[in-house]
């Protein structure tokens, strides 16, 4: 798909470039307000102001549009794709896209066996590589925990950022830096020992990780021998004791099955790389440091300092011994020069970015980040709160389990189904102009849970993307299971009517995308209206947003834009007939924009990784 924004950013860039030579800057082109216009530019002051009083003739910002709206429409070359080109007294400048413009690019797309979008961005890459090689550090519970809902936001954002690294072509590394490694493997390899002696032979299950840590913890801090134990474990995991080893694959191995039911549930990949996975590659690390020469003693203790913060790294703390700053720069070098990554995305909490920038620091000072050929990036996200707009806890006080949230959703969603179900069949039929409708009466029991889990994934993760990431925000499932607004269940609606429209029409009658494709394949787009109109462009603005999130980063982008594209469908939907068309023409030509809704909607959607239904 061609990108819109760019056709009308490189017609004024041409026309600014001829018009002021001296003027070095890309023009600025915006969405304008629909009442005026599809794209703006934005750049006129700053050429006046640039300028002023140095061009005959131009007395204000207006006077510069003027002669740029003269440059265009005078070449046919730049002029083609525009309907209209206005200035506003301020200086704005505002097009119209052509109607023909807009039928032709929607004509390619549906011409597509699958929708393509190629970013603007140019990249630096190493090895002769065409787009970038990237790790995305994402998700990292820690091991003998539960995931709680702190986990949620690193996992739902990666994964986004994961999906859409990988549509626009990107060879992406989804890594699970999990927390597998440290003094706590000391009092829950006791622990195991004390409450199954024989766990060697035969290794038991171990339903609650969390009431196993809480309890070998208690034993830890009120125990002196269970806790100079514990410390003997720890010297010898690090050894490489036999049976220190196997305890501690067992609680590995318990807490991978426990992580994996969620990112199973949720639909996540990773691959795991845990803590101890670099234990190897740490003193290795601290050499290359020490010759580089920006180790430096403090206190017995090895750091390395930063422009970034007076605190710094400790590569070799004071017993000789690593942790996890020596973790993370064993770690870094690893994914940069062994891994061979063009790009490293770590996605955690904003109260870590001191300590990423730190690390990037001391990678660029080692020569292993060498920018713009390689980038490193901090994803931080705001935490996530009650609605009281404190923690997010449960009522005892305790930290919310994510496995737990889930289930809750799940429980209010399908509440939520059966309560609407019954209510639908309580009530009088209604019909659209469409003569379709989402019916919830139809809703078997048998159908009931699936689409309860399906609904209830949705809400939550497209609750946490739309947000700003930067930003703290309140969790509640009143208004993330809310069919109306800007929420999960309004676009999975959305997406169902369109589905239900094509079953409705008679020679489709199929929610298969193949089928409707190959029926609708002949059929002509033509723009009868504003609303068919503002729903067509809104169509070919889809790969704008990729721009964007390679520029941030910033998932909200793909989710405002498919509430947006939702929301004029909605409109399309009540004010345009669509099925039973005296004019065939027309009908074919509103039942090809339902189509290339459904194909962007789901795809949009996908990305998010939020499933869809074609029946509610």
């Known amino acids: ?57 131009i007395k204000s910002p207006r006077d510069i549009g003027m002669k740029i709206k003269e440059y265009i429409e005078k070449n046919d070359n730049l002029s083609m794709n525009f309907k209209s080109i206005e200035v506003a007294p301020q200086g704005f400048i505002t097009v119209k896209l052509s109607d023909e413009f807009i039928q032709n690019n929607l004509s390619k797309l549906q011409e597509m066996d699958e929708i393509k979008v190629t970013p603007t961005m140019k990249f630096h890459c190493k090895s002769g590589r065409k787009t970038p090689k990237v790790i995305v550090d994402f998700s990292s519970p820690n091991i003998a925990k539960e995931m709680h809902v702190g986990h949620l936001r690193s996992t739902i954002i990666g994964d986004t950022i994961c999906r859409v690294l990988e549509y626009l072509g990107f060879e992406v590394l989804r890594i699970n830096h999990v927390g597998d490694w440290g003094t706590q493997f000391g009092m829950l390899i006791e622990y195991l020992k004390e409450e199954y002696p024989t766990f060697i032979e035969n290794l038991p299950e171990i339903s609650d990780l969390q009431e196993f840590y809480k309890n070998s913890k208690k034993r830890f801090d009120t125990d002196p021998q269970f806790k100079l134990r514990s410390q003997q474990n720890v010297v010898k995991l690090q050894r490489g004791d036999q049976d220190a080893l196997v305890a501690w694959k067992k609680i590995c191995e318990v807490s991978r099955a426990e992580f994996q039911k969620i990112y199973d549930r949720l639909g996540i990949r990773l691959e795991e790389f845990g803590e101890s996975y670099y234990n190897d590659m740490i003193p290795r690390v601290v050499k290359m440091l020490d010759e580089k020469g920006i180790l430096k003693l403090d206190n017995g203790a090895q750091c390395v300092y930063t422009k970034v913060s007076e605190v710094p790294l400790m590569a070799v703390k004071s017993d000789g ?62 935490v996530i709160q009650g609605e009281d707009g404190k923690k997010f806890k449960t009522r005892s006080g305790d930290v919310v389990k994510l496995t737990e949230l889930i289930d809750e959703g799940v429980a209010r969603a399908k509440k939520e189904l059966v309560d609407r179900r019954n209510q639908r069949k309580s009530d009088q039929p209604t019909k659209s102009n469409t003569d379709v409708d989402v019916d919830h009466s139809n809703i078997d029991d048998s159908d009931l849970d699936l689409m309860a889990s399906t609904i209830s994934h949705a809400a939550i993760k497209y609750f946490d993307l739309k947000q700003n990431r930067l930003t703290n925000y ?100 009540t004010e345009c007939r669509i099925i039973g068309l005296e004019e065939q023409q027309l009908e074919q030509s509103r039942l090809l924009l339902c189509f290339l809704t459904k194909q962007i909607l789901l795809k949009g959607l996908h990305l998010l990784g939020v499933e869809t239904l074609e029946k509610i």
């Open 474 to 573: 309140r969790f509640s499932f009143d208004r993330m299971l809310d069919p109306k607004g800007n929420t999960a269940v309004y676009l999975l609606y959305a997406y169902a009517r369109i589905c239900a429209i094509f079953r409705k029409v008679e020679f489709i009658q199929s929610d298969d995308n193949v089928v409707i494709k190959q029926k609708v394949s002949h059929f002509k787009l033509k723009i009868s209206n504003n609303v068919e109109r503002k729903l067509s462009i809104q169509l070919l603005r889809f790969p704008e947003v990729f721009d964007g999130i390679l520029n941030d980063f910033f998932p909200n982008r793909l989710a405002d834009y498919c509430y947006e594209l939702s929301e004029n469908f909605a409109q399309f939907y």
């Open 1 to 57: 798909m061609e990108n819109p924004q760019n056709i009308v950013k490189h017609a004024f860039n041409e026309a600014i470039k001829n018009l002021f030579p001296e003027f070095d800057k890309e023009a600025i082109i915006a969405i304008s307000n629909p009442n005026f216009g599809d794209y703006q530019c934005n750049s006129c002051m700053t050429i006046f102001s640039q300028f002023k009083g140095k061009l005959e003739g």
């Open 321 to 382: 011994g690593y942790g996890y700053d020596s973790t993370d720069l064993a770690t870094i070098h690893h994914r940069l020069i062994t891994l061979d990554a063009d790009w490293v995305i770590y996605t955690t909490d904003m109260g870590q970015e001191e300590h990423f920038l730190k690390l990037f620091d001391v990678a660029e000072t080692m020569g292993w980040h060498d920018p713009p050929n390689t980038r490193l990036f901090f994803i931080g996200f705001g």
